[in-house]
C-alpha cells in the first residue's frame, strides 16, 4: 500500500516517526508541521524534493537533519554554522530550530528555494538562521561547524566546504556509506572521527571531521 504523498499528520505521529533520530519539545514539533505544510505547498510547484510521501518526508529530511543536530549540538552551544547547498533548508533548518542560540547561515544559489528558505525562516521567526544567497565559493567568512547533506558534484564541493571551516572547527558529512573513503580522500587537514550510522538507514552515515591547525 502507498503512501498518500499528501497524507496529513498530527504532532503526535511527527513525535513518534522523529523519536528514533531526537526528542523534540512542542514547539519545535509544532514548527516542523507548520515546516512540512509549507514544503508540501512549495512543492507542488518548486522542485524542493523528489520525495512526495510525507511519512518519508519526515524519515528522510526531518529525521536525518534532527539527528544530525543532536549529535553535534546542544540547544545551548551559541556556534556558528554554515550548512553548504542548503536546498530546502536541510539540515541547516532544523538545526536553527534544535539550537536557537546557534547562528545558522545556509549558503543556497538557486532563486526559488532562496525564496522558499526565507519563507520557512519568516514563518517560524528563526531569528538565529539567514541565507547566503550566492555560491559556497564567494562566501567570506568561516564557521565553526560546517555541515553538507545530498550535494550535487560532491568532489567539487567538498574542497570549498573544508575551507569555510574555522581553525579546529568541525566539518559534517551526511553522505553514504560508499562515499566515505572518497570524502577522507579529498582533504588532506582533517582528523576524520569514526562515521555515526544515522538511525533507521541501512547506508547512510554522519562523518565528522575536525580541521587541524597548520604550523608553518
Not at 524534493?49 to 524519515?59: H, L, P, Q, Y
Not at 547561515?105 to 528555494?113: D, G, H, R, V, Y
Not at 580522500?185 to 571531521?209: K, Y
Request: charged fraction near 20%; proline fraction near 4%; aromatic fraction near 8%.
Amino acid at each position: 500500500m502507498k503512501t498518500n504523498q499528501r497524507e496529513s499528520l498530527t504532532v503526535d505521529e511527527i513525535s513518534t516517526l522523529l523519536r528514533p533520530f531526537a526528542e523534540l519539545g512542542e514547539e519545535q514539533l509544532a514548527d516542523t508541521l507548520i515546516y512540512i505544510n509549507l514544503l508540501l505547498k512549495w512543492n507542488a510547484r518548486v522542485n524542493l524534493t523528489a520525495i512526495r510521501g510525507t511519512k518519508e518526508i519526515v524519515w528522510r529530511h526531518f529525521g536525518e537533519s534532527f539527528f544530525a543536530a543532536r549529535y553535534l549540538l546542544s540547544e545551548h552551544d551559541a556556534i556558528s554554522v554554515a550548512d553548504v547547498g542548503s536546498g530546502a533548508g536541510f539540515p541547516g533548518l532544523p538545526i536553527a530550530m534544535f539550537a536557537p542560540q546557534a547562528q545558522v547561515t545556509l549558503i543556497e544559489s538557486q532563486s526559488k528555494k532562496i525564496a522558499f528558505l526565507n519563507e520557512v525562516i519568516r514563518v517560524l521567526s528563526l531569528s538565529n538562521a539567514r541565507v547566503f544567497s550566492q555560491r559556497a565559493e564567494t562566501y567570506p567568512a568561516t564557521a565553526r561547524l560546517v555541515i553538507m547533506r545530498a550535494v550535487e558534484k560532491f568532489e567539487t564541493v567538498m574542497p570549498l566546504a573544508t575551507r569555510l571551516v574555522e581553525a579546529e572547527g568541525r566539518l559534517a558529512l551526511m553522505i553514504g556509506n560508499s562515499q566515505l573513503e572518497q570524502a577522507k580522500s579529498l582533504v588532506s587537514d582533517f582528523t576524520w572521527h569514526d562515521p555515526v550510522a544515522v538511525p533507521s538507514s541501512h547506508s547512510r552515515i554522519m562523518l565528522v571531521g575536525t580541521k587541524r591547525v597548520i604550523v608553518d
